[in-house]
């Protein structure tokens, strides 16, 4: 396992110091005097509370809820650590909310749930909805997280998104897709093997087969998923495909693409050694990959890699898809995150991964050379201009497949007002221009 670059007592003074916990809220508007005091509380509330009773989406107008999201969780697939109490969870759900506001500038709270199956988290979820522009559902186990998604979506009228499943396969399907481009494939021809069908890995292939591609293996901690099997629940039954292959060395020989949602150092050299010519390999397990990338390039130098860390190239992090697909959602006042919203974002992000990087994202990585080929697949996440591409991408879609609810004349005029906007926000709150070399 790799060395973490701090110390136990440097974490926990991280989080205790200047004062416990890493969000706080913040007031916006005056409250100089008694006449502040009577619009913002009584009497002068009772005003946009009556207007919004007569109808509900003025709340994006008069209340934050255009600007907030919920991080819930009930901490059962916390990180790494598997199932925590509940109130151990809360650390990470508040760095959620931490990357929301520092990546999109979105408010975010997380909510942390002393409650487990899967109707008890629907139905909170659902009560709490009227608060928030958007539901983020954070480390909740496979495979209860797919109902309670789904389930949470039907009785939600705002989007309700599980970043565990569709953050990783937003991020990867950028890189496949660029992936594909440097080497000549096409994507809905290459074989894909994920390794891992739990949340991340199911919620890839689904996005993937929506995306063109036909050719898809699963394969779980007991083998490929195929259809010989007779102990597949009914998330994984409709992936078993009828081929005689059984382990996971089987699956990967030819494989053109690997997707790693598993466990560290599951995948050998002689694995590698059986990729078809110039694959990817895109291993995610943190903190060690399926297999370290430099012991893969020590029997193959044509392969495209990428891992969840930040020490090796072609990080695929969700910290590049969930801010800036919420962000998109909420200016849109969108009732869901749809599957074309998950696209857009998809090739908003292959697309800027071909465009000059600017000298700010090189200096943040100590890289003098940065440009589009196998070690750069994905834009970096401190590229702010995926803030502005991304959630424009996200906005467009929105608008595009009826789910917003701002209601526009012309989309191309409105989308790129949107873009205008975003660049100036990102202007006046961290002095970046969008343009800048």
């Known amino acids: 396992m790799s060395k973490p670059v701090f110390t136990k007592e440097e974490a926990l003074e991280y989080h205790a110091k200047p004062v ?93 749930l002393k409650v487990h199956e899967t109707e008890e988290i629907v139905k909170v979820v659902e009560a709490i909805s009227p608060t928030f522009g958007g539901i983020n559902l954070e480390d909740i186990k496979a495979p209860k997280c797919f109902d309670i998604e789904k389930e949470s979506q039907a009785k939600c009228d705002i989007p309700v998104f599980h970043d565990d499943q569709h953050g990783t396969a937003i991020i990867s399907a950028a890189a ?134 930040s020490d090796y190239p072609n990080q695929i992090n969700n910290v590049l898809g969930f801010p800036f697909i919420f962000r998109g959602a909420l200016d849109t006042h969108a009732s869901a995150v749809n599957m074309e919203m998950k696209i857009a974002a998809c090739h908003a992000l292959a697309d800027l991964a071909k465009k000059p990087v600017p000298k700010y994202v090189k200096e943040a990585y100590n890289l003098e050379n940065v440009k589009f080929g196998k070690d750069y697949v994905l834009p970096k996440p401190f590229d702010r201009r995926v803030f502005v591409d991304e959630s424009v991408a996200v906005a467009r879609a929105a608008l595009e497949t009826g789910v917003a609810r701002i209601k526009v004349d012309d989309i191309d005029k409105w989308v790129e007002g949107y873009k205008q906007h975003l660049i100036k926000m990102l202007k006046e709150k961290e002095g970046i221009d969008y343009d800048a070399e």
């Open 176 to 309: 496949l897709l660029n992936g594909c481009e440097l080497t000549g494939k096409k994507f809905e021809d290459i074989r894909i093997v994920i390794l891992g069908a739990g949340a991340a890995g199911l919620a890839a292939a689904e996005m993937y087969k929506a995306m063109g591609a036909k050719n898809i293996v699963l394969v779980d901690s007991r083998g490929a998923v195929t259809t010989k099997r007779d102990d597949l629940n009914k998330y994984k039954q409709p992936w078993a495909i009828d081929e005689n292959i059984e382990t996971l060395a089987d699956a990967l020989k030819g494989a053109d693409a690997v997707i790693g949602n598993s466990v560290a150092d599951c995948i050998t050299q002689d694995m590698v050694k059986t990729l078809a010519p110039n694959a990817m390999l895109f291993v995610m397990a943190n903190p060690d990959p399926e297999i370290k990338p430099e012991l893969a390039l020590e029997v193959r130098d044509d392969l495209i890699i990428g891992t969840g860390r």
């Open 20 to 112: 416990p916990g890493k969000i706080a809220i913040e007031v916006t508007k005056p409250v100089r005097d008694s006449k502040d005091l009577s619009i913002a509380y009584s009497p002068g509330v009772a005003v946009p509370c009556l207007e919004i009773d007569k109808d509900e989406n003025l709340a994006y107008e008069y209340t934050n809820k255009a600007n907030l999201v919920a991080v819930v969780s009930d901490s059962t697939a916390v990180l790494g650590l598997g199932t925590l109490k509940p109130v151990a969870g809360k650390p990470v759900m508040e760095g959620k909310s931490v990357l929301f506001k520092k990546f999109a500038f979105i408010d975010a709270f997380d909510i942390e």
